[in-house]
């Protein structure tokens, strides 16, 4: 199943559904067409069962350099005309959106190569796993211009990267290999060019035959853990533990354990965590 707008291709491969952005003449900028068509897929994503993992791409030369400048302009002169708060409210939804894709309940791989800066490099951290071809390069450029990050960056940076990486990265504006953020929590894995999609396929692949329940508590797991202290967060997991041992998943991957086997775990068992 392949769907397209003129500014997302849709693209089931397999247990995943690929959001590929699709404006290459504007460098895959963000604007609320890009945010209109990402909530679409996203929508999609959540309902279908089948669907176990989204992946983040896209078409063309570079993955996303921001947001689209000519649009974000032409905001600002407008909100300078009649004191309006367009930018801000572009702004917002852009983190309503990148939100979502942080905190979906499965897994969201971004598949990167060519150019993330900016808004680009804010969507590719609110992605859960990234994977990185060796023309991938990285950047916050917000200081480049007299700009600061709105998308989520000064916040979701340093989590992954470390505080004072983070303030490398915001402070020179500068341009960073995926081989020099490899030693980072960034980067998950770094492929050859040609290799990317059949990369991105196969980790999907194994991670499809996991426990879609199981993999969304972790998740959910996870992203509450680095916020709370490590008791609440220890308690937290022992609660999720005692609840998710009613799960179908659960009994199944007992019994295939008993039975040296392989667990086989149906989508229809997300409904009854």
């Known amino acids: 199943?392949?769907?397209?707008?003129?500014?997302?291709?849709v693209e089931r491969r397999g247990a995943a559904l690929w959001l590929r952005l699709d404006r290459p003449k504007a460098l895959n900028g963000i604007n609320d067409e890009l945010l209109d068509a990402l909530e679409a897929g996203l929508d999609v994503a959540e309902a279908d069962d089948d669907v176990r993992l989204v992946v983040v791409a896209a078409q063309g030369r570079v993955f996303c350099a921001g947001a689209d400048l000519v649009e974000t302009l032409t905001r600002c002169g407008e909100d300078a005309e009649d004191g309006g708060d367009r930018q801000g409210t572009f702004l917002r939804r852009v983190g309503r959106v990148f939100s979502r894709i942080e905190t979906l309940p499965k897994p969201v791989i971004a598949a990167v190569h060519g150019l993330a800066v900016a808004g680009g490099l804010e969507l590719v951290l609110a992605c859960d796993l990234v994977v990185a071809a060796r023309s991938a390069t990285f950047?916050?450029?917000?200081?480049?211009?007299g700009l600061i990050p709105g998308g989520g960056g000064s916040v979701r940076l340093p989590r992954r990267v470390g505080p004072a990486r983070a303030k490398h990265l915001m402070f020179t504006g500068g341009r960073f290999t995926a081989e020099e953020l490899a030693c980072t929590d960034l980067i998950t894995s770094i492929v050859d060019d040609?290799?990317?999609?059949q990369a991105v396929d196969e980790l999907v692949a194994v991670i499809a035959r996991k426990s879609p329940t199981g993999l969304s508590v972790m998740k959910r797991l996870v992203a509450d853990g680095l916020d709370i202290p490590q008791e609440a967060a220890l308690a937290a997991e022992l609660g999720a533990v005692a609840e998710?041992?009613?799960n179908a998943d659960f009994q199944e991957g007992i019994r295939a354990f008993t039975e040296k086997r392989?667990?086989?775990?149906?989508?229809?068992n997300r409904s009854s965590s």
Not at 194 to 197: E, F, G, T, V
Not at 262 to 268: C, G, I, Q, R, T
């Open 1 to 9: 199943m392949t769907t397209s707008t003129a500014a997302l291709q």
């Open 194 to 197: 040609d290799h990317l999609q």
């Open 262 to 268: 392989a667990p086989v775990f149906p989508a229809s």
């Open 244 to 246: 998710y041992r009613g």
């Open 139 to 145: 950047g916050d450029a917000h200081a480049n211009y």
